[in-house]
């Protein structure tokens, strides 16, 4: 289930990639999803954990994947209950963010509109209560905050 | 500062070449579409200089503003495009706005979070995308495209037009309007254009607001437009620019400038470029029967001869 607060959140992570470089776990790395996570939206493929190779950059270490794929890494394996800014993500992270919500209940911090799609998904805003069921009401809400 | 300045970033493997002609230009977009690499290129340029094998090819200084110090590196840096990127806190506070305002340097900033304080272009919101290999099998080309291309199908026949303008625009707008059976009400502010949109059915909307400032408002915008086919976007740079463009003034100094504004626009004086449309009218007008007042729309420009010469040069609404 995705619960998303907008705006200025209190105690989120305001800058996710940088804690990620701190605080992240080798074997988050070479876990399955974040493999496809890495392949999609880096379009890079993950060696070891502690290497990856990227078409544009060659080998590269964890710490050079982007800021978004960090980010949904951190939303998918963080185990410390904290609030991660997604608005760092770009819009070609919105469907990971979607299939992390599936496996467990996440709550993120949104600044802007993200782009979630053509389809239909379920997420909770924070900031009302209501359930949004698409682009077109979450967009109607989130417009009041970001 | 004025002028268009192109940018070149280069290293082995990553070449970035853009333009930017306005104090404030914004780059957002997808991930992992090379916006921190070319924040770091920058970095390490600008402390290694050749040292770094990364190459910045600018008429102006090419500089990364960032820590604790931004403020007193930007009260003591002149003549400079300084790129900030979304880790720094301070680009969406008061403090950072007031700092740009009359600064004498451009400004990237890297940030998907609606910047408010911050009046910037729909035309300088950007995404980074790879253009392809560049010359050798090696090199990736990187180039910026604008975001904001697509803003409703204009022109438009509308059945309702929406002004940010309260002003003379909304006046002339208004006035328009009435003769042909539209309806034509003011948002008061550009602020308030998402909150207007509310209650709209399925009549033809038309929302008239400055493209020189409206960036903020896009990304809430452009997603009713994109989802109601319904609501389109007519974005000059401001009704003052409407008004110069359309010929009525005749003055070649005014072609001249909107030809390339660009080289004209202070960035000192100006934040944003309708603001500098506005002091070209007033002061082109003067104190002669076309006498230009933002606050209050002179009959002049609603006589039959001055509203078929604006309305024949606005491209995106079908009056």
């Not at chain 2, 109601?228 to 359309?246: C, D, M, Q, R």
Request: proline share 3%; charged share 25%.
């Amino acid at each position: 289930m995705l619960s998303i607060y907008l705006g200025k959140m209190d105690g989120a992570i305001y800058h996710p990639p940088t804690y990620f470089d701190n605080q992240y776990e080798d074997e988050w790395i070479t876990e399955e999803l974040s493999v496809c996570m890495i392949r999609d939206v880096d379009h890079s493929e993950v060696v070891s954990a502690r290497l990856i190779e990227s078409p544009v950059l060659g080998p590269i270490s964890t710490k050079e994947l982007s800021g978004g794929v960090k980010t949904l890494m951190l939303m998918a394996f963080d185990g410390t209950g904290k609030v991660f800014n997604a608005s760092v993500c770009g819009d070609n992270c919105a469907k990971w963010i979607l299939e992390i919500a599936n496996r467990k209940d996440l709550t993120i911090n949104l600044r802007h509109i993200m782009d979630f799609g053509e389809g239909g998904f379920e997420a909770r805003i924070l900031n009302t209560g209501d359930m949004v069921h698409d682009m077109l009401g979450f967009a109607r809400i989130a417009g009041k905050y970001v | 500062m004025k002028g268009k300045h192109r940018i070149v970033i280069q290293n082995n493997r990553l070449h970035y070449e853009f333009e930017v002609k306005r104090n404030i230009s914004i780059i957002q977009g997808d991930s992992a579409s090379g916006k921190t690499t070319l924040i770091n290129m920058l970095r390490q340029a600008e402390n290694l200089g050749d040292s770094s094998g990364v190459e910045v090819v600018c008429d102006v200084p090419c500089r990364v503003l960032e820590g604790r110090n931004w403020k007193l590196i930007l009260e003591n840096s002149f003549e400079s495009i300084f790129f900030i990127d979304e880790e720094n806190a301070f680009l969406n506070t008061e403090e950072f706005a007031a700092s740009i305002h009359g600064s004498d340097n451009y400004f990237v900033l890297i940030t998907r979070e609606n910047l408010y304080n911050l009046p910037y272009s729909v035309e300088e919101i950007y995404g980074l995308h790879a253009s392809g290999k560049y010359h050798d099998t090696k090199k990736v080309y990187q180039q910026m495209y604008q975001i904001y291309s697509n803003t409703g199908s204009i022109p438009v026949k509308p059945e309702k037009i929406i002004t940010e303008d309260s002003n003379a625009g909304y006046e002339f707008f208004k006035a328009v309007s009435e003769e042909r059976g539209i309806l034509c009400e003011s948002a008061d502010g550009k602020s308030n254009l998402f909150a207007a949109l509310d209650g709209i059915g399925r009549e033809e909307v038309c929302i008239v607001a400055d493209g020189a400032a409206i960036g903020p408002e896009m990304n809430r915008l452009y997603h009713q437009v994109i989802k109601n086919k319904n609501i389109h976007l007519y974005l000059p740079e401001s009704f003052e620019w409407i008004i110069l463009n359309s010929g009525l003034i005749e003055e070649k100094e005014i072609k001249e400038v909107l030809k390339k504004p660009e080289e004209y626009i202070d960035s000192k004086g100006y934040l944003s470029w309708e603001r500098y449309f506005t002091k070209l009218l007033m002061d082109k007008t003067g104190i002669s029967y076309m006498q230009y007042k933002k606050s209050k729309l002179n009959p002049f420009y609603l006589h039959d001869r001055s509203k078929r010469i604006i309305l024949e040069s606005i491209n995106g609404i079908r009056f």
